[in-house]
Protein backbone atom coordinates (compact mmCIF):
# COMPACT_ATOMS: atom_id res chain seq x y z
CA UNK A 1 0.00 0.00 0.00
CA UNK A 2 1.00 3.63 -0.71
CA UNK A 3 2.03 6.24 1.81
CA UNK A 4 3.34 9.08 2.50
CA UNK A 5 5.88 10.32 5.61
CA UNK A 6 6.05 13.88 6.45
CA UNK A 7 8.98 13.86 8.70
CA UNK A 8 8.30 17.42 11.33
CA UNK A 9 5.11 18.55 11.80
CA UNK A 10 6.06 22.12 12.41
CA UNK A 11 9.43 23.69 10.83
CA UNK A 12 10.62 27.16 12.04
CA UNK A 13 12.68 29.26 10.23
CA UNK A 14 13.52 33.26 9.94
CA UNK A 15 12.82 35.24 6.45
CA UNK A 16 15.30 34.94 4.15
CA UNK A 17 16.49 31.60 5.22
CA UNK A 18 16.29 28.33 3.42
CA UNK A 19 13.42 26.51 3.39
CA UNK A 20 13.26 22.63 3.55
CA UNK A 21 10.00 20.04 4.04
CA UNK A 22 11.01 16.71 3.89
CA UNK A 23 8.29 14.35 2.91
CA UNK A 24 9.44 10.52 1.86
CA UNK A 25 6.98 7.55 0.44
CA UNK A 26 6.26 4.46 -0.17
CA UNK A 27 4.92 3.12 -3.38
CA UNK A 28 5.29 -0.38 -5.32
CA UNK A 29 5.23 1.55 -8.53
CA UNK A 30 6.73 4.53 -9.85
CA UNK A 31 4.50 7.11 -8.19
CA UNK A 32 3.31 10.34 -9.36
CA UNK A 33 4.21 13.17 -6.44
CA UNK A 34 2.57 15.77 -5.11
CA UNK A 35 2.86 19.21 -2.81
CA UNK A 36 0.06 21.00 -2.05
CA UNK A 37 -0.26 24.01 0.32
CA UNK A 38 -2.92 25.19 2.66
CA UNK A 39 -2.99 29.21 4.49
CA UNK A 40 -5.61 29.37 7.33
CA UNK A 41 -9.10 28.73 6.27
CA UNK A 42 -8.63 27.82 2.81
CA UNK A 43 -8.33 24.91 1.17
CA UNK A 44 -5.93 23.26 -1.07
CA UNK A 45 -3.62 24.97 -4.08
CA UNK A 46 -0.93 22.80 -5.75
CA UNK A 47 2.39 23.94 -5.35
CA UNK A 48 4.17 21.52 -7.95
CA UNK A 49 3.91 18.01 -9.02
CA UNK A 50 6.61 15.29 -9.80
CA UNK A 51 5.21 13.35 -13.50
CA UNK A 52 8.68 11.05 -14.06
CA UNK A 53 9.61 13.68 -16.66
CA UNK A 54 12.54 15.48 -14.64
CA UNK A 55 13.49 15.39 -11.18
CA UNK A 56 13.79 18.84 -10.14
CA UNK A 57 10.49 20.27 -10.43
CA UNK A 58 9.85 23.90 -10.14
CA UNK A 59 6.58 25.17 -8.41
CA UNK A 60 4.63 28.52 -7.87
CA UNK A 61 6.01 30.96 -5.39
CA UNK A 62 9.73 29.73 -5.64
CA UNK A 63 9.16 26.37 -4.54
CA UNK A 64 10.86 23.34 -6.10
CA UNK A 65 11.03 19.69 -5.58
CA UNK A 66 13.74 17.03 -6.02
CA UNK A 67 12.22 13.32 -6.85
CA UNK A 68 15.27 10.77 -5.57
CA UNK A 69 14.50 7.19 -6.14
CA UNK A 70 16.90 5.66 -4.34
CA UNK A 71 16.06 7.33 -1.40
CA UNK A 72 11.94 7.61 -1.52
CA UNK A 73 11.67 11.06 -1.17
CA UNK A 74 10.24 14.22 -2.82
CA UNK A 75 11.30 17.33 -0.18
CA UNK A 76 10.41 20.73 -0.82
CA UNK A 77 12.59 23.24 -0.99
CA UNK A 78 12.83 27.24 -1.06
CA UNK A 79 16.36 29.32 -0.81
CA UNK A 80 14.56 32.34 0.65
CA UNK A 81 11.43 32.62 2.93
CA UNK A 82 9.05 34.81 2.91
CA UNK A 83 6.26 35.88 5.53
CA UNK A 84 3.88 35.05 3.05
CA UNK A 85 5.12 31.47 3.22
CA UNK A 86 3.53 30.60 6.52
CA UNK A 87 1.22 27.83 5.71
CA UNK A 88 0.74 23.77 6.11
CA UNK A 89 1.98 21.68 3.30
CA UNK A 90 1.14 18.18 1.80
CA UNK A 91 3.09 16.02 0.22
CA UNK A 92 0.69 13.57 -1.56
CA UNK A 93 1.10 10.15 -3.57
CA UNK A 94 -0.99 8.63 -5.82
CA UNK A 95 -0.38 6.32 -8.54
CA UNK A 96 -2.35 5.06 -12.04
CA UNK A 97 -2.64 1.35 -10.24
CA UNK A 98 -4.76 2.87 -7.13
CA UNK A 99 -8.35 2.11 -7.65
CA UNK A 100 -10.25 5.40 -8.07
CA UNK A 101 -6.15 6.82 -8.70
CA UNK A 102 -6.89 8.43 -5.47
CA UNK A 103 -4.10 11.04 -3.69
CA UNK A 104 -2.73 9.39 -0.52
CA UNK A 105 -1.79 12.56 1.89
CA UNK A 106 1.12 12.67 4.76
CA UNK A 107 0.03 14.17 7.76
CA UNK A 108 1.27 17.98 6.72
CA UNK A 109 3.77 20.02 8.00
CA UNK A 110 3.16 23.37 9.42
CA UNK A 111 5.84 26.01 8.15
CA UNK A 112 5.87 29.67 10.80
CA UNK A 113 8.05 32.34 9.30
CA UNK A 114 9.37 34.70 11.95
CA UNK A 115 10.80 38.40 11.10
CA UNK B 1 -15.09 29.75 -13.42
CA UNK B 2 -16.11 29.48 -10.14
CA UNK B 3 -13.92 26.06 -9.81
CA UNK B 4 -15.43 23.81 -7.16
CA UNK B 5 -18.02 25.14 -4.50
CA UNK B 6 -18.85 23.69 -1.60
CA UNK B 7 -21.92 24.53 1.54
CA UNK B 8 -22.33 25.82 3.48
CA UNK B 9 -18.73 26.83 5.17
CA UNK B 10 -19.94 26.15 8.55
CA UNK B 11 -22.35 23.72 10.01
CA UNK B 12 -23.25 22.84 13.73
CA UNK B 13 -25.41 19.75 14.01
CA UNK B 14 -26.52 17.38 17.40
CA UNK B 15 -25.83 13.90 17.41
CA UNK B 16 -28.27 11.95 15.40
CA UNK B 17 -29.35 14.72 13.19
CA UNK B 18 -28.83 14.29 9.44
CA UNK B 19 -27.50 16.53 6.55
CA UNK B 20 -25.88 17.00 3.14
CA UNK B 21 -22.54 18.64 2.41
CA UNK B 22 -23.09 20.09 -1.09
CA UNK B 23 -20.10 20.20 -3.53
CA UNK B 24 -20.22 21.26 -7.43
CA UNK B 25 -17.83 22.09 -10.09
CA UNK B 26 -18.05 24.06 -13.43
CA UNK B 27 -14.79 22.40 -14.94
CA UNK B 28 -16.71 19.51 -16.64
CA UNK B 29 -14.23 16.94 -14.12
CA UNK B 30 -15.07 13.06 -14.55
CA UNK B 31 -13.44 13.07 -10.83
CA UNK B 32 -14.85 13.77 -7.82
CA UNK B 33 -14.02 13.27 -4.29
CA UNK B 34 -14.51 14.11 -0.56
CA UNK B 35 -12.07 14.14 2.17
CA UNK B 36 -11.92 14.75 5.63
CA UNK B 37 -8.89 16.70 7.49
CA UNK B 38 -8.26 15.99 11.05
CA UNK B 39 -5.86 17.51 13.38
CA UNK B 40 -2.42 15.62 12.91
CA UNK B 41 -3.90 12.74 10.63
CA UNK B 42 -3.33 15.11 6.62
CA UNK B 43 -6.60 14.44 4.70
CA UNK B 44 -8.12 10.89 4.09
CA UNK B 45 -10.46 10.10 0.98
CA UNK B 46 -13.94 9.59 2.71
CA UNK B 47 -15.77 8.39 -0.90
CA UNK B 48 -15.19 9.20 -4.65
CA UNK B 49 -16.69 9.24 -7.94
CA UNK B 50 -14.93 8.86 -11.48
CA UNK B 51 -18.17 9.80 -13.42
CA UNK B 52 -22.17 10.39 -13.33
CA UNK B 53 -23.34 7.32 -11.51
CA UNK B 54 -20.41 6.08 -10.93
CA UNK B 55 -19.31 5.77 -6.83
CA UNK B 56 -17.26 4.05 -4.96
CA UNK B 57 -15.49 4.06 -1.21
CA UNK B 58 -12.43 5.49 -0.05
CA UNK B 59 -10.64 5.22 3.19
CA UNK B 60 -13.34 6.31 5.39
CA UNK B 61 -16.61 5.75 4.15
CA UNK B 62 -18.79 4.95 7.14
CA UNK B 63 -21.31 6.93 7.86
CA UNK B 64 -21.14 8.83 4.92
CA UNK B 65 -23.18 8.20 1.53
CA UNK B 66 -23.12 10.02 -1.63
CA UNK B 67 -24.54 9.92 -4.87
CA UNK B 68 -23.90 10.97 -8.47
CA UNK B 69 -26.57 12.11 -10.26
CA UNK B 70 -25.20 14.78 -12.79
CA UNK B 71 -21.45 15.92 -13.85
CA UNK B 72 -20.87 18.98 -11.94
CA UNK B 73 -22.66 17.74 -9.14
CA UNK B 74 -21.37 15.52 -5.70
CA UNK B 75 -23.25 15.74 -2.40
CA UNK B 76 -21.95 13.94 0.79
CA UNK B 77 -24.80 12.85 3.04
CA UNK B 78 -24.09 12.34 6.88
CA UNK B 79 -27.01 9.49 7.99
CA UNK B 80 -26.56 9.99 11.26
CA UNK B 81 -24.48 12.63 12.81
CA UNK B 82 -21.75 11.68 15.44
CA UNK B 83 -19.23 13.70 17.26
CA UNK B 84 -16.63 11.60 15.47
CA UNK B 85 -17.70 13.25 12.25
CA UNK B 86 -16.41 16.34 13.76
CA UNK B 87 -14.01 17.20 10.78
CA UNK B 88 -13.26 19.93 7.83
CA UNK B 89 -14.33 18.65 4.62
CA UNK B 90 -13.34 19.13 1.65
CA UNK B 91 -13.93 18.23 -2.09
CA UNK B 92 -12.08 17.89 -5.27
CA UNK B 93 -12.10 17.16 -8.57
CA UNK B 94 -9.91 16.19 -11.29
CA UNK B 95 -10.31 16.17 -15.26
CA UNK B 96 -10.19 12.81 -16.29
CA UNK B 97 -8.89 9.46 -14.59
CA UNK B 98 -4.86 10.02 -14.94
CA UNK B 99 -3.45 9.70 -11.28
CA UNK B 100 -0.55 12.58 -12.58
CA UNK B 101 -3.88 15.28 -13.23
CA UNK B 102 -3.70 17.98 -10.81
CA UNK B 103 -7.04 17.91 -8.12
CA UNK B 104 -8.64 20.90 -7.46
CA UNK B 105 -10.24 21.64 -3.76
CA UNK B 106 -12.93 23.75 -2.78
CA UNK B 107 -12.96 26.13 0.44
CA UNK B 108 -14.08 22.99 2.57
CA UNK B 109 -17.16 22.82 5.22
CA UNK B 110 -16.20 23.17 8.97
CA UNK B 111 -18.65 20.54 10.56
CA UNK B 112 -19.11 20.41 14.68
CA UNK B 113 -21.65 17.74 15.78
CA UNK B 114 -22.60 18.13 19.50
Known amino acids: AQSVTQLGSHVSVSEGALVLLRCNYS??????LFWYVQYPNQGLQLLLKYTSAATLVKGINGFEAEFKKSETSFHLTKPSAHMSDAAEYFCAVSDAEQAGTALIFGKGTTLSVSS | NAGVTQTPKFQVLKTGQSMTLQCAQD?????MSWYRQDPGMGLRLIHYSVGAGITDQGEVPNGYNVSRSTTEDFPLRLLSAAPSQTSVYFC?????????????FGPGTRLTVL
Open chain 1, 27 to 32: SSVPPY
Open chain 2, 27 to 31: MNHEY
Open chain 2, 92 to 104: ASRKGLAAYNEQF
